[in-house]
């Protein structure tokens, strides 16, 4: 049995981890808001500027199955110091860089981390946790990106507007450095697993089961981002709200995935991972399809708003546990490939997503690109349970 005192310093790591989720939230995020800004800056127009968003993810799908990969044999507190200081560092070169190539290269490099601290920490969060509340403990590691798109992207947008965006990224790399203290000062030390190394890391990447998840989460969560990635001119041009409203909506949006950051938690550890994974995709397609039909009516834009973030982000949590539960023996490698395969379905749902806009359609027709791609989400979510449940019941 763990004491009060174990329990709290649990808490405190905790906290860690969900200070460099708001970290990395925010370097992802915040560069969509500054954008144009950057592009003036640099003198560059902004499709050129919008390269720095590709590289980002880019650097996350490499990042994160080679850094893992690479580190599986030490301490998972001194992987989450490393992968921090690497951040710290790589963002603030990004923040001061003086020529073009090195700000393309530092951008790339500070998605590195990304990928491999939400799996050493989903891994990391899972120790900690008690019995049964494993998806609760991964949930608030993920709170730090709920609050990133909550509070944290509109403030370093508004400094990046109204300051530079320089200062923006500076702040950000600060954030990283501030993530290592903590760390340090409340991640209890683990012993590396005995069990861990490379080639049985990669070894998992050789099972049919291991790519199936792989496509649910690239499939499934485009369908979050062919909206998301569309809403601003979606909630002005078809619901007819003004442009300064925008911000308002993008907070509506970052409270639901607050608020369902935690129920996906909570959902996972009642009635399985698969389970509430396979409810988040069904009910996101419906609320998709919604917005479809509904996004015409300005008032309704407002609760839509809060209501597909807080189902959107419902599924984080339990797809996290999908993957450690199912790869035993490289659980953080399978993990951080979660969050790279995240990144391709950020890529995937924009990338679709444009396809009615460039055709002449409504900017709510991205909303039914969505709708497919979280209904595919749900179809192989659950040939995945029915495929996997018989011999690993937990799942």
Sequence with gaps: MRSLYQYRQMNKALIALACGGLAIGMTEFTMMGILPDIAKDLHIDIPEASNLIALYALGVVVGAPTLVALSGKYAPRNILLFLMLLFFVFNGIFAIAPNKMLLLTSRFISGFPHGAFFGVGSVVAARLAKPGKEAQAISIMFTGLTVANLAGVPLGTYIGHHYSWRITYGVISLLGLITFFALYIWMPKMEASKTNNVLKQIRYFTRWDAWLMVAVIAIGTGGLFAWISYIAPLVTEVSNLPENRVPLIMILVGLGMFFGNFIGGKLADSITPSKAVITGFVAMAICLLLVFFIAHITYLAYPMAFITGLISFSIGS????????????????????????????????AYIGAIPISLGYAYNYPSLVGVSMASMGALLAYIFWRMVVRSKMNI
């Design 318 to 349: 339990p797809l996290q546990m999908m993957l450690i539960n199912n790869a035993k023996g490289a659980e953080t490698f399978a993990a951080a490939a979660g969050q790279a395969s995240f990144n391709i379905g950020n890529t995937l749902g």
